[in-house]
């Protein structure tokens, strides 16, 4: 396998670690190289603009329930460990309500909840999700696009905030 081949390969991986959605994954990657993290964003947020319903459930095919510990150590596992860190993460009272919410929500819509976790409580994300359970079904799924679509964003501005440009060279 070439250099650049190993570097598509590791690239794409990398996309993929953002937003498993493989139609994404093709459009970013085939849009390499990126002069700056800027433009990279840019085009990764078209190109998630919108998710189709059956894309939805590819990505969160990826995802853990919220208040679980992902398992693996992949880079998407490894992203989804830090994006849950919060200060009242080992409150067991806000544990067992988010695990009894996310049944509740699977329940409803058939699907496991999803939310970008960075930068938010638990009590945020329990206040949420009882909000969220209350929306109608094209509401919700409206949502979830949108919450994977920030959760790919912040993947990407952590992967490559300090990497050398053009991004995706290689690719």
Partial sequence: MSDRSEARGRFREELRACLH????????????????????LAAASAAATPLSPAE?????????????KP??????????????????ADDAALAAAIAAGNRGYED???R?????????????????????????????LAVVGEQLREIA??????????????IGAAA
Avoid: C, K, N
């Fill in 112 to 140: 496991v909840f999803l939310i970008r976790a960075a930068g938010r409580s638990r009590s945020e994300i329990l206040a949420e999700l009882t909000r969220r359970l209350e929306l109608d079904d094209a509401s919700e």
């Fill in 71 to 88: 398992a693996g150590d992949g880079a998407a596992a490894r992203f989804s460990r830090a994006e849950q860190r919060s200060a009242d």
């Fill in 56 to 68: 939805i459930d590819e990505a969160l095919a990826a995802h853990p329930r919220i208040g679980e």
């Fill in 108 to 110: 409803r819509f058939g």
């Fill in 21 to 40: 959605v493989e139609r994404w994954v093709d459009e970013v990657a085939d849009a390499a190289p990126f002069a700056s993290l800027d433009e990279l």
């Fill in 153 to 166: 964003l912040l993947r990407l501005e952590r992967l490559y905030a300090d990497a050398p440009m053009p």
